[in-house]
């Protein structure tokens, strides 16, 4: 019978033994795993206030560690967003300040040529108003007279300054007393004006 008891009990702790084996290999052997196959299981009844507070927070604990983790990765989503948008905001700057020093070389060119235009302009105006002016000069004063009888007083003046004295005597003294005195008055210097060189 001891042989008996012997093959019995040899044949558990083999059984153990084979089960500590694959448990070991499948990585299911631990400190933990082991007191459950050494000790007995305790009911929920015979468990202590310590043992229940140890479990207790390893189930609460993993919904709030997996719930910090998603917030983690979202906060690092969002950052990697504000990253994105400050990178995409320092472009458009840079793209802004470009913009506006092209519009600013344009604006700059475009007010050239046009001070560059107007004063051709003025130079063939004047030069143009000069040819008009040697021609009235030459004429008899009261065709001078008639070719100016619908022009405004100062258009008049401005032809009168640019004939000589004797000319615009002549073309003043034919035309009425009426239409001579608004020309002549056009032709006075404003008071803060330099008087025009002879």
Known sequence: MVKVIAIIVLAVLSFCGTLLGLMAVSGHLSKEQLKKVVAPQKT???KTS???EAEAPKDEAEPLARALQARDEELKRREEKV?????????????LDTLRTDVLRIETKIESDMKTSVAATDEADKARLQDVAKSMGKMKPTNAIEIMKEWTPQEAAALMRLLKEKERVKIL????PEKAASILQALQ?????TPPAP
């Open 44 to 46: 929920a009844e015979e």
């Open 173 to 176: 003294d034919a035309m009425p």
């Open 50 to 52: 310590e043992e229940k």
């Open 83 to 95: 990253h994105e948008d400050e990178a995409r905001l320092k472009k458009m700057q840079a793209d």
């Open 189 to 193: 210097p404003k008071p803060n004006a």
